[in-house]
């Protein structure tokens, strides 16, 4: 942890200042619970009634924010944004502590830069290059011929396949499988084969992949996840998907092979595609949609459901399942129509049709 001036702190963030420049921050917190050594946002004019009263030492607020007497504000037009800054100004990540440990198992051709750190019960496989500044955590795994960029963080037990290419600056969570082969089975005799899954992966510089999350490798060619693209936990992506540069995806989504999703695309969690989907760039798949097989998704509107169709359509099916329902219900109690029905009033009991009989 580090501690800055307000002063300071703006100037690193390249924004103005309003109050003491001396005041003294070294952490951060919400609103609410900000003490006077603390950094906290306001990233809503909902919030500032919160943030006149908060003990905050420092606010980020947008220019519209008055600020109560004796408040120090850093101003800045996305005061979440370089919040986010400032916590990576506060909170450093620890730095590399260069070195093998001594229960690694490295092999002799492999190359290691002296500014690496390796850490305990790492195994590190023949002609395996770690750039420098990078961090292997405990019990991580990388096989043959593997590329691991300059500054790039395998947190512990994380497991890179063969021939498995990662740029720089890559940041690789607990229980993350990088290179495991592809689905590919063929029927023959009565019995599946397995398709030998002889590709590669490439994670570009900047990826974030997240705890328990797979990118499998691809049958032939390359599965790629463009630079600055970021998977959360338990994502799995299948083979030779091609995922482009800043695109983020959450939780529990599942990429069959051959899907291509274009630059800055969104996808929520729990989102399903199958074969060969291609998302276009900037487009945003809303949670829980399921993505049919060769399917396109356009950019210019978010797509919800399943099978996903844009938004409004979505949600005027929802209006319509709704209604349709409620009129349903009508025709199994009697009287339902009749003005001024309560049909949670006492005494009013279904009949014993089913659902399926008003049609």
Not at 43 to 60: M, R, V, W
Not at 180 to 209: C, N, W
Not at 316 to 332: C, E, N, V
Request: hydrophobic residues 40%.
């Amino acid at each position: 942890m580090h501690s800055y001036s307000a002063g300071e702190l703006a100037s690193l963030l390249g924004l103005p200042l309003t109050g003491s420049a001396a005041a003294l921050i070294s952490g951060a917190a919400p609103l609410a619970d900000a003490s006077s050594s603390c950094l906290a946002f306001v990233g809503a004019p909902k919030f500032y009634p919160l943030a006149t009263a908060s003990q905050a030492g420092c606010l980020l607020a947008l220019s519209s924010y008055v600020p109560a007497p004796g408040q120090t504000v850093i101003v800045s037009p996305q005061p979440r944004a370089h919040f986010a800054q400032a916590l990576g100004l506060l909170f450093p990540p620890a730095e590399p502590n260069p070195g093998i440990h001594s229960t690694a198992i490295v092999s002799p051709d492999a190359s290691v830069d002296p500014s690496a750190e390796i850490g305990p019960w790492v195994t590190i496989g023949a002609g395996t290059s770690i750039g420098a500044g990078a961090k292997v955590g405990s019990g991580s795994s990388l096989g043959a011929g593997v590329t691991l960029g300059s500054g790039s963080l395998l947190h512990p037990r994380v497991t890179i396949y063969d021939r498995v290419r990662i740029g720089a600056r890559a940041i690789l969570h607990s229980g993350a499988v990088i290179g495991a082969d592809g689905f590919g089975f063929e029927m023959s005799g009565g019995r599946y084969h397995k398709v030998p899954q002889v590709g590669t992966v490439e994670l570009g510089d900047d990826v974030e992949i997240g705890a328990n999350t797979c990118v499998d490798r691809a049958a032939l060619g390359v599965t790629s996840i463009g630079e600055g693209s970021k998977l959360d936990n338990g994502v799995h992506i299948g083979h030779n998907c091609c995922i482009g540069k800043h695109v983020v995806i959450a939780a529990q989504t599942g990429l069959a092979g051959g899907v291509t999703i274009g630059d800055y695309a969104i996808i929520g969690g729990q989102v399903g595609m199958g074969d060969k989907v291609r998302v276009e760039p900037g487009a945003i798949i809303g949670s829980g949609a399921g993505i049919l097989t060769s399917k396109v998704v356009r950019a210019g509107e978010p797509v919800w459901g399943t099978p996903a169709r844009p938004l409004r359509q979505y949600l005027r099916q929802l209006a319509t399942l709704s209604r349709l329902s409620l009129r349903a219900a009508a025709k199994r109690i009697p009287g339902a129509d009749a003005p001024g029905h309560n049909p949670r009033s006492p005494g009013v009991v279904p009949t014993s049709g089913t659902a399926g009989e008003e049609a």
